[in-house]
Every structure is written in C-alpha cells, then in structure tokens.
C-alpha cells in the first residue's frame, strides 16, 4: 500500500519540542521533495517548510524559521521536523507530502502523497 504516515503529534508545553516523522511505505522518497503543510483550527491549510531530494537546499516559513528543522533519511524512507521553542499557535494538524521538487517553503509541486497528519498541540 503506497502511503505516507506522520508520527510524533502530541501535547506539549510552550517553549517545549517535538520531533515529526514522515514515514513512506509503497513507494522511495529519495526522489521527491518532501514538505509539511499545518492547518491550525479554523484556518487554512499553509505550507511551512520544504526539503528537496538530496536534503541540500532546505526551506522554511517567517512564522517557524529559527525553530523548526526539516530533514530527510533516504535510507530510511523518512523526513522529520524537529520543533523548539513550541507557542501555542503552533497547535494545528501537521500534514507531510511528498512531489516532485521544493523551490520554496509552500510545499513541493507536483504533490502526489498526503499524510493522513498528526495533531500538535501547544498548551500550559
């Protein structure tokens, strides 16, 4: 079954972290650009960070650059985001896709796999 699986949501106190984890299964992430996407309760869904195929080139919205790392094992079929520093605006549904290449922090073009998210939530 080709699919992409999110892990590592949870509850959380601010300035807390959490890694995700972006598991796919069926197909090889080694030549796609992998991206997670938020959408937080009652808003839209917004990309906020990108990795392309070879891990090289790494790109990240204003509202989490400085506090969020994406990165990729290809020999593991895996990307991650790392979160520091956790607000509680940070508490959404975290979604992973997987396209064709990264050129900037909205999510890779050509986005063929979802994840089915993980929900974060920031809170004292």
């Known amino acids: 079954q080709v699919q992409l699986v999110e892990s590592g949501g949870g509850l959380v106190q601010p300035g807390g972290s959490l890694r995700l984890s972006c598991t796919a299964s069926g197909f090889s992430l080694s030549y796609s650009g992998i991206g997670w996407f938020r959408q937080a309760p009652g808003k839209e869904r917004e990309g906020i960070s990108c990795?392309?195929?070879?891990?090289?080139?790494?790109y990240y919205a204003d509202s989490v650059k400085g506090r969020f790392t994406i990165s990729r094992d290809n020999a593991k079929n895996t990307a991650y985001l790392q979160m520091n520093s956790l607000k509680p605006e940070d508490t959404a549904v975290y979604y992973c896709t997987a396209g064709a290449y990264c050129s900037n922090y909205r999510g890779p073009y050509g986005i063929n796999y979802w994840g089915q998210g993980t929900l974060v939530t920031v809170s004292s």
């Open positions: 990795i392309t195929s070879t891990g090289g080139s790494t």
